[in-house]
């Protein structure tokens, strides 16, 4: 699975940003999806993802209410719509995505089998 995160950018604070991460060469619906950030001089951070197995969406505590993940498996693709956001969430953004990734596993960035290139997000204050 080829991943393509793309929708990075400058925002000022309490300003909002929508990712995208296009996939190609498998079946995305069978994937769990997942956002993930990495600042510099800190390792890389769970932010959101979606099970292949019912659907259902996680959060990490820093972006719970303020961003929203989504995929469309029609296109083959993985949203991240951030609100409100503030100067901590500065990070380069990577779209990840794994098969069999079990509940207790999917906020840990080695559960996942793919990585997209990330894409710069940057809030001033």
């Known amino acids: 699975v080829q991943l393509q995160a793309s929708g990075g950018g400058l925002v000022q604070t309490e300003g909002s940003l929508r990712l995208s991460c296009a996939a190609s060469?498998?079946?995305?619906?069978?994937?769990?999806v997942g956002w993930f950030r990495q600042a510099p001089g800190k390792e890389r951070e769970f932010v959101a993802a979606?099970?292949?197995?019912?659907?259902?969406?996680y959060y990490a505590d820093s972006v719970k209410g303020r961003f929203t993940v989504s995929k469309d498996n029609a296109k083959n693709t993985l949203y991240l719509q951030m609100n409100s956001l503030k100067p901590e969430d500065t990070a380069v953004y990577y779209c990840?995505?794994?098969?069999?990734?079990?509940?207790?596993?999917?906020?840990?960035?080695?559960?996942?089998?793919?990585w997209g290139q990330g894409t710069q997000v940057t809030v001033s204050s």
């Open positions: 990840a995505a794994g098969a069999g990734v079990i509940l207790s596993r999917v906020r840990a960035p080695n559960a996942y089998d793919y």
């Open positions: 979606i099970r292949s197995s019912g659907g259902y969406t």
């Open positions: 060469g498998g079946t995305f619906s069978r994937y769990t």
